[in-house]
């Protein structure tokens, strides 16, 4: 009987050491879920809704949801999946072709959704939609210092859909090139118009440094030629201490021009924007934001002035954390060139002011 039971126990003792070499071997599987939501308060000192012309907060004293989202990344062996949804009036707005559109459906709702293949360790090629990789800023709140938006985020591209090609040249070069639908498009039936985007990354060994260097170009479904170029660059000063800065410029040809013929020109827009950030401890920090934000070509921002115009804004936001909990207490003057804001009275005005608290929670 003794014999028998050790028996057995070898036998089990080996199957479970041969179950455990043989699991060792399977290709890995990976699973991440992960999502978040944020809400706001925002009260305009012009007491006017329409004062706002950025992205994500155009309400007046007024509390307000912004987005739910959900985002589900799988991989297996070479292949790889990203499901990204997002629910409320910032998704309806990062996806605001899609809410025109009713053709699509819930299309309104997929923030991102590609499907990945990796073709060597070095090369990954995607297929889907995805955020755009031209700026600064991004649409989830809480992953941004500020929570209302800059200027060049609100007037850039938010999405691209199409195919890109990721490349890592090297521990510190990374390259990225796609072909693309017309901007902030998931669908297109009626042209024939395609976007090259591109992307040099680089990150200089044991230097808290980051460098992107952003293209996109095509035509939209107007026809209207358009070149982006726009730089990202970030610098870890110290602990305490972080730089971070974001320039664009961006040019149309074949644009509709004020008067409503057609022209063959060169018109175009360009912004510059600094982030100062101060981390004072791990649960609170703050970040000033500097922009100036060019449209002399009225094609923007100042598509109602007779010449264009600019606008210069500064934005200061706290940062406190409670574990995954960010509250964001801010306050943003904007003062323009050209009287494009409306105070109570419905008078124009050249400036506004804001104040907010935002609350921001992801997991």
């Given at each position: ?24 071997t399977?290709p ?23 004062d706002?012309?950025t ?21 297996f062996?070479k ?7 997002g ?12 809410t ?12 991102q ?32 210092r ?12 938010f ?29 297109v ?13 680089f990150t ?21 030629q ?16 972080g ?25 175009k ?8 950030n ?23 921002t100042f ?5 264009g ?20 207490p ?34």
């Amino acid at each position: 009987m003794k014999k028998t039971i050790m028996t057995t126990f070898a036998a089990c003792t080996f199957f479970a050491a041969f179950a455990q070499t043989a699991d060792t071997t399977k290709p890995q599987e990976s699973f991440k879920l992960s999502g978040s939501a944020d809400v706001y308060y925002k009260y305009n000192f012009n007491r006017n809704v329409t004062d706002n012309k950025t992205s994500f907060t155009n309400s007046q004293n007024s509390f307000e949801l912004g987005m739910i989202s959900l985002k589900v990344e799988h991989g297996f062996k070479k292949g790889s999946i990203v499901a990204d949804l997002g629910f409320g009036r910032r998704a309806a707005e990062f996806s605001y072709n899609d809410t025109l559109n009713s053709k699509n459906g819930m299309a309104m709702a997929i923030k991102q959704l590609y499907v990945g293949y990796q073709v060597t360790d070095k090369i990954k090629v995607s297929l889907g939609s995805f955020a755009t990789h031209v700026g600064y800023e991004l649409v989830d709140a809480y992953l941004n210092r500020n929570y209302s938006m800059s200027y060049m985020f609100s007037n850039g591209p938010f999405f691209n859909t199409g195919v890109k090609a990721d490349f890592a040249i090297t521990p510190y070069l990374s390259a990225m090139v796609g072909v693309f639908n017309p901007t902030d498009l998931k669908s297109v039936d009626f042209s024939d118009h395609k976007y090259i985007g591109a992307q040099v990354g680089f990150t200089p060994v044991n230097t808290p440094a980051k460098l992107y260097l952003n293209y996109l170009e095509g035509k939209d479904t107007a026809g209207v030629q358009n070149h982006q170029l726009d730089l990202v660059a970030t610098y870890q000063v110290n602990s305490i201490l972080g730089l971070g800065y974001n320039g664009t410029f961006s040019t149309y040809r074949n644009s509709h021009l004020k008067n409503g013929e057609e022209g063959s020109q060169s018109v175009k827009w360009w912004g510059s924007a600094l982030y100062v950030n101060l981390d004072f401890t791990e649960t609170f920090g703050l970040t000033l934001r500097g922009e100036y934000f060019e449209d002399k070509d009225g094609l923007k921002t100042f598509a109602s002035a007779l010449d264009g115009g600019h606008i210069m804004a500064g934005t200061l936001t706290f940062n406190y954390k409670v574990g995954n909990l960010t509250i964001m207490p801010e306050f943003r003057l904007d003062n323009a060139s050209v009287d494009i804001f409306n105070k109570h009275s419905g008078a124009p005005t050249g400036s506004t002011a804001n104040v907010l608290v935002a609350a921001a929670y992801h997991f």
